[in-house]
T-cell receptor
Framework: QQQVKQSPQSLIVQKGGISIINCAYE??????FPWYQQFPGKGPALLIA?????SEKKEGRFTISFNKSAKQFSLHIMDSQPGDSATYFC???????????FGQGTRLTINP | DAMVIQNPRYQVTQFGKPVTLSCSQT?????MYWYQQKSSQAPKLLFH???????NEADTPDNFQSRRPNTSFCFLDIRSPGLGDAAMYLC????????????FGPGTRLTVL
């Protein structure tokens, strides 16, 4: 119930392509879905987050798509750049909860 | 401009020698977290403070302790580090009552010799 399943584990995309990372959850009480970006040797940085009252949120080249009925959400990186190479974690939480439930992470490599 | 600061960034200790990692924040956030992150894994929550209330995760070893003397500072004490405790230790903060928007520090890389 508390798990968030993330796929793929690793992803290689050519420069300029679209990177897509998917997450699925079971707990319907979750109502906050952030994505974190982590570079090697650094702490995770909040990239973008969505709440289930909208189906999509876009910030620059980064878009979250949310499918409430399927209990899935995904991160799309448009025009992927080598500087986007990092590990991405999805997460989920419910309002009032103190903890984030993280996905397993996706190691993204953008080839120049 | 750093909002969550961790010191030191790199710490080397010997097997069994106590070590303390520190975290400070300029955000005045109510909640502070300590996570352990091993290579290629998601951060694993060790414990968190909501104001002065301490909340330990059920699977956090007794070897790990924490102190929060005031709003701005939080410490992670590892009483007798083992080789398996070598990891990145991350501090995070958030405002209580909001959606769970956590801000992470840069981490402390702990090496155990």
């Amino acid at each position: 119930q508390q798990q968030v399943k993330q796929s793929p584990q690793s992803l290689i995309v050519q420069k300029g392509g679209i990177s897509i990372i998917n997450c699925a959850y079971e707990n319907t009480a979750f109502d906050y879905f952030p994505w974190y970006q982590q570079f090697p040797g650094k702490g995770p940085a909040l990239l973008i987050a969505i709440r289930p009252d909208v189906s999509e949120k876009k910030e620059g080249r980064f878009t979250i798509s949310f499918n409430k009925s399927a209990k899935q959400f995904s991160l799309h990186i448009m025009d992927s750049q080598p500087g986007d190479s990092a590990t991405y974690f999805c997460a989920a939480s419910r309002q009032g909860a103190q903890k984030l439930v993280f996905g397993q992470g996706t190691r993204l490599t953008i080839n120049p | 401009d750093a909002m969550v600061i961790q010191n030191p960034r790199y710490q080397v200790t010997q097997f069994g020698k106590p070590v303390t990692l520190s975290c400070s924040q300029t955000l005045n956030h109510n909640v502070m977290y300590w996570y352990q992150q091993k290579s290629s894994q998601a951060p694993k929550l060790l414990f968190h403070y909501y104001d002065k209330d301490f909340n330990n995760e059920a699977d956090t070893p007794d070897n790990f302790q924490s102190r929060r003397p005031n709003t701005s500072f939080c410490f992670l004490d590892i009483r007798s580090p083992g080789l398996g405790d070598a990891a990145m230790y991350l501090c995070a903060t958030r405002t209580g009552g909001s959606y769970n928007e956590q801000f992470f520090g840069p981490g402390t890389r702990l090496t155990v010799l």
